[in-house]
């Protein structure tokens, strides 16, 4: 099993990446979320991966978080998710958000994602419900209103999702949104 690469990132096409180790190139597709916090061109990148041996093809996904793979791990013993489908769920709703949405058995949220219908949304809810991984994301974030306010607001501002993730891991759960996003700016601009 290849669990982690590191090597130079020798090119970007959403959703695939080259990554060169040594000489060899891995394709390695990968969730916008992790997409999106990739160094440029040339600089030294290391990713977490799944490989998946199918009859036709080995295939790697890389994920830029542990957190991330797991989720994707579960999302892929959901019966009707394929790979493709998980990635489009990562890509679509962070791992906190998806957390989110598992706890509230929120189908609205999922089917928002391209390939998903109501019925796949409804099984994915049902059969991930009480799971660890998604369990874990939510009790070290942030209360839902809040955190969706605060992170909304520094995306805007331009932070990518690894930076407004930690900035909220930071705030005190009990604070109003106007402070808490003052708090995280701070922080932010302390790192």
Request: no cysteine.
């Amino acid at each position: 099993m290849i669990g982690r690469i590191t090597g130079t990132l020798a090119t970007k096409h959403p959703p695939q990446v080259l990554i060169d180790v040594g000489g060899v190139g891995y394709e390695i597709d990968v969730p916008m979320s992790t997409f999106y916090n990739l160094p440029g061109v040339g600089e030294k990148v290391s990713l977490l991966t799944h490989l998946a041996v199918r009859e036709d093809a080995h295939l790697l996904y890389g994920f830029g978080s542990e957190i991330e793979r797991a989720a994707f791990r579960e999302l892929l013993k959901v019966s009707g998710i394929g790979a493709k489908t998980a990635l489009a769920v990562l890509s679509g709703l962070s791992v906190n958000d998806l957390s989110a949405a598992i706890a509230a058995q929120e189908t609205g949220r999922i089917v928002k994602i391209p390939g998903i219908g109501k019925k796949t949304a409804e099984r994915l809810l049902l059969e991930l419900k009480g799971k660890s991984v998604f369990a874990g994301a939510i009790a070290g974030a942030a209360p839902a209103g809040v955190s969706d306010d605060v992170r909304q607001a520094l995306l805007a501002l331009g932070y990518n999702e690894r930076e407004t993730a930690e900035a909220l891991r930071q705030l005190s759960p009990d604070l109003p949104v106007g402070e808490a996003i003052r708090q995280a700016l701070r922080g932010l601009s302390k790192g």
